[in-house]
């Protein structure tokens, strides 16, 4: 005999389905010999092992911090299917029907890494993720696409355009080095809205995007979220407010 389900109990499970929304990160692994970066210890700079990796498993690497954060619930997710996305793993937040996707890409794939963030801005490359059990929409159906890693556009230059709509509502955050006048042009043709990006040299270690993400979580506006993402920064490297708040910026 079939079981009849209350059409109100679908309405609220359809309803619940919409309210989620997804973040999607991207990481670029760390990688001392396919990157033009400063060297770090070969522990942390192995773009092929994501399990000591400056971004991803080291202290404050985006794995580690968000699976000790105490706002963020780790949940099972699917594998990636692409060779170059070397782990990815899904948090839930405990207190908002927020989801978050994060990636590890080979180090040596940043360019992969680059098109994608700026794929997803656009609104193409949408995917299913089953995550907890249930299927979300990430990639370029995700709500806010946030990068962390080396800046890719330093050391290569894009050989096309990722054209989004004109009224794109997706965010981006991008956490590497002096990102608003490297990504300024690309990101513009997407029409997303850039979050949080950078003016200076800067280390993308998780706690800053935490902090950002927090705001956005909240639906706070674009100058509480960098306020956040500030104070953060500041006191993980002890720049000081003023040089936080100079480095750390939103809009164009």
Known sequence: MRTLIPIALLLAHTAQAQAVRVVHVLVALCDNVHQGIVKVPSHLGNGQDPT??????AAFGVRTHFNKAAEWVRVPCDKAA?????????????????????EAYDGR??????????????GAGARAVTVDGTTVRAGGAAQLIAYAGHDGLMDFQLDRDFTGPVSNPRETIILACVSRSYFQGPLRATNATPLLWTTGLMAPEAYTLRAALEGWVRRETAAQVRERAAVAYDRYQKCGPSGARRLLVSGW
Do not use: Q
């Not at 794939?109 to 656009?122: N, Q």
């Open 109 to 122: 794939h940043i360019r992969e890494a680059t098109e994608d963030l700026l794929r997803y801005a656009s």
């Open 82 to 102: 692409e060779a170059h996305i070397l782990d990815r793993i899904a948090w839930r937040h405990r207190d908002s029907a927020v989801v978050l996707i994060a």
């Open 52 to 57: 000591g990796n400056l971004y991803w498993g």
